[in-house]
C-alpha cells in the first residue's frame, strides 16, 4: 500500500506552529534572477579588461622606445616592405608580423638605399626617414595591446573550466593588475605573445580531456605560435606534447585505467605526434608569410655550433633562417654580460637572479595567492589532474631560463603571472567563507598597488622592496630602465632646467636629439669641463665605474625622471 505524498500546502509551516518545526530558510535579499547575475559579471570581465586596456594605451602614449623595440619595428617594416628575413633572425617572424600590422596602417617609409645592421635599421625606419617615432611606436604596440587583452579572456576561460565563475574572476582580476604583464603586454616585444600562446596551448591541451578532435588541433596552432614567436619556448616542446598524450589517454579511457592499453597508447602517441605536426607547420607559415620564397643567406657572424648543440639545431623540422637564429641565441648564451642584483653589480648571470627579481617585481598580494593557489591545485582531489597543466610547464620554462647567460629582467619569465592567475583561481575550491574573505582582500591589495605604480608599470617593485621608486637600487635593465623615459626627461629639462648644459649618459634606442635634448657624453671629455646637468640613466648608474663613478660621486642629485633616470647638479 502506497503512501499518498502530501502537498506543499499541507506542510507549510501554520503560524501557530513552534520555528523550530519550520526547515526551508528564509531568503531576506532573494538572489537576482540568473540573467542579472551573467550581465553583472560580464560587467565585471569588462571593467577589468577596460581598466588593463586604460593602463596599457596610456603607458603606450607616453613611453618612447625601449632597446629592443626599435630592432623589431625595423625588421617590420621590412617584412612589410621587402618581404626579407634578413633581420632579427635570432626571432622568429610571427611577433614581428603582428607588429607588421599595425604598422601596415601607419604606411612606415623605409629608405631603400639602407646598409646596415639591425640596430642600424631601427635607428633609420623611426629617426631618419622621415617617420614619426610616436606614431609609429602606438602602431606597433596597439596590436600586442589587442592580444595581451585576447590572452586574458584565455586566463578568464582556463580559470572558469577549472574552479568555475568566481574563481574565473579572481584570475582575470590578478592578470589583470600585474604589473609586469602590463608593463610587457604595452611594448611591441615578444615575451608576452609567447608566453600567451603557450599558455592558450596548454589550455588547449586540458580541454583536449573530453574533446580531443576539437581541441588538440588548437593546442598545436598555438604551440606552433610560440615557437614562431620567440625560441625560448622550445623546451616546452617535449612537456606539452607529453600533456598531449596524457589528454588523449584519459579521453580514451576516463583515467581509469591503468596500465594503459596499447591501443591507448597507440593513440597518445599519434596525438602527441599530430600536436607537434600542426605547430611545425605553423612555424612554417609564419616565414612563409614573410617571403613565400623563403630567401635566406646565414648572416657573416654566425657562430659554428659543435656536439649536441649542431645535433639538436639540424635535427629540427624547421626553416634553415630558424636554425640559424638558434645558433645566435646559441652565440648570446656563450657570452658574458653584467648583472645588477640587490646592490651587486657581477659579470656572468646568477642562477638565482630570475627568483629574487620576481619577489621583488610581483605584488605580494599576488605571490600569496599564487602559493596558496598551488597548495590547494596539489590537495584538492578533483583539481590534482591540473597540476602537470598548470605547473610543470611553467616549471620547466623557469629552470630554462634561470640557466642563460643574461640577468635582464623578469620578461623572461612573464609567463608566471599567466599561470600562477588560473593557479591562484584555486583557492576558491575551498568554499570557505574566511578564504572567500582572504582571496578578495589580496586580490584588493594587489589592484591598489598596482593602481599606486600607474603610469610607471616597468619600474614596479613591491611594498617589501620600497616600492616603484626604490626598484633602481635593487634590479636594471628592463626591470626598471629600458629607455622608455626619454620624452619625459624631455620635457621635464625643457619645464625646470630651460637652458642649463646637459650632459647625458642614456641607456637606450631612442635618439635624444628628436626630443629636442641637446647634450654630450661626460665620459668623453675632461672631468674639469662637466659642470650643469649630469643626466645618467639609473642602469648605468647601478654599473657606474671609473669616469662616470667618479663623475657621480662629485655630483648632487636634484630630481628624478620616471623613476628610471637621475638628474644631478654639477658644480
Known amino acids: 500500500m502506497t503512501q499518498e505524498r502530501p502537498s506543499p500546502a499541507a506542510v507549510s509551516p501554520d503560524p501557530a506552529t513552534p520555528a523550530a518545526v519550520v526547515t526551508a530558510p528564509v531568503r531576506r535579499f532573494p538572489a537576482p534572477p540568473l540573467r542579472h547575475r551573467r550581465t553583472l559579471y560580464a560587467l565585471a570581465v569588462l571593467a577589468l579588461l577596460a581598466q588593463m586596456a586604460f593602463a596599457m594605451v596610456t603607458t603606450a602614449v607616453r613611453q618612447t622606445p625601449t632597446i629592443d623595440e626599435p630592432v623589431y619595428v625595423g625588421a617590420a617594416t621590412v617584412y612589410l616592405r621587402e618581404h626579407s628575413l634578413r633581420f632579427n633572425p635570432e626571432h622568429p617572424p610571427l611577433g614581428k ?8 596602417f601607419a604606411h612606415p617609409r623605409l629608405d631603400p638605399a639602407f646598409e646596415g645592421d639591425q640596430t642600424e635599421l ?16 602606438l602602431a606597433a604596440r596597439l596590436p600586442m595591446i589587442a592580444l595581451t587583452l585576447l590572452f586574458g579572456l584565455v586566463v578568464l576561460a582556463f580559470a572558469r573550466d577549472l574552479t568555475g565563475p568566481a574563481g574565473a574572476l579572481l584570475a582575470l582580476a590578478l592578470y589583470a593588475f600585474s604589473p609586469d604583464v602590463i608593463a610587457h603586454g604595452s611594448l611591441a616585444t615578444l615575451d608576452v605573445p609567447a608566453a600567451g600562446f603557450l599558455l592558450t596551448s596548454v589550455w588547449a591541451l586540458w580541454r583536449a580531456r573530453e574533446r580531443p578532435r576539437l581541441h588538440l588541433p588548437l593546442a598545436g596552432a598555438a604551440l606552433g605560435a610560440a615557437l614562431a614567436t620567440r625560441m625560448s619556448a622550445l623546451p616546452a616542446v617535449p612537456v606539452l606534447l607529453l600533456l598531449a598524450a ?8 576516463r583515467g581509469e585505467r591503468w596500465p594503459p592499453t596499447a591501443r591507448s597508447l597507440r593513440r597518445a602517441a599519434v596525438a602527441a605526434g599530430g600536436v607537434g605536426l600542426v605547430a611545425v607547420a605553423v612555424v612554417w607559415a609564419a616565414y612563409l608569410a614573410v617571403d613565400p620564397r623563403l630567401r635566406w643567406t646565414a648572416p657573416d657572424t654566425l657562430p659554428d655550433l659543435h656536439g649536441l648543440r649542431a645535433l639538436a639545431v639540424d635535427a629540427l623540422p624547421l626553416p634553415q633562417a630558424y636554425r640559424d637564429g638558434m645558433a645566435v641565441q646559441f652565440g648570446f648564451e656563450d657570452s658574458t654580460f653584467e648583472g645588477f642584483l640587490f646592490g651587486r653589480h657581477y659579470s656572468g648571470a646568477l642562477w638565482y637572479y630570475l627568483p ?23 590537495a584538492v582531489p578533483r583539481l590534482r589532474p591540473a597540476a602537470p597543466y598548470l605547473l610543470v610547464p611553467a616549471a620547466v620554462l623557469t629552470a630554462a631560463a634561470m640557466t642563460g647567460s643574461r640577468d635582464f629582467g623578469v620578461r623572461y619569465v612573464v609567463f608566471l603571472p599567466m599561470f600562477g592567475a588560473v593557479a591562484a583561481a584555486c583557492v576558491t575550491a575551498l ?10 582582500a589580496l586580490v584588493a591589495f594587489v589592484a591598489v598597488s598596482s593602481l599606486r605604480t600607474f603610469p610607471y608599470y616597468l619600474q614596479y617593485s613591491n611594498e617589501a622592496f620600497g616600492g616603484t621608486s626604490k626598484t633602481h637600487l635593487r634590479l636594471h635593465d628592463s626591470n626598471v630602465d629600458w629607455g622608455q623615459d626619454l620624452g619625459r626627461l624631455a620635457d621635464r629639462l625643457h619645464e625646470k632646467h630651460p637652458g642649463e648644459p646637459v650632459w647625458l649618459v642614456y641607456k637606450g634606442s631612442g635618439v635624444p636629439a628628436h626630443y629636442g635634448i641637446h647634450a654630450a657624453d661626460p665620459r668623453k671629455v675632461p672631468e674639469d669641463r662637466v659642470h650643469g646637468l649630469l643626466v645618467v640613466s639609473d642602469s648605468a648608474v647601478a654599473k657606474a665605474e671609473g669616469r662616470l663613478a667618479e663623475l657621480i660621486a662629485g655630483s648632487t642629485p636634484i630630481d628624478e625622471v620616471g623613476h628610471s633616470i637621475t638628474i644631478y647638479r654639477r658644480d
Open 246 to 253: 596524457l589528454s588523449v589517454w584519459h579521453a580514451d579511457g
Open 122 to 137: 631601427g635607428r633609420s625606419v623611426l629617426y631618419e626617414s622621415g617617420n614619426d617615432p610616436w606614431h609609429l611606436m
Open 431 to 440: 568554499r570557505r567563507r574566511w578564504a572567500d574573505v582572504a582571496a578578495a
Open 356 to 378: 629574487a627579481a620576481v619577489l621583488v617585481k610581483a605584488p605580494l598580494g599576488m605571490l600569496v595567492l599564487w602559493l596558496a593557489g598551488t597548495a590547494v591545485l596539489l
Open 97 to 104: 608580423l603582428v607588429i607588421a600590422g599595425g604598422l601596415a
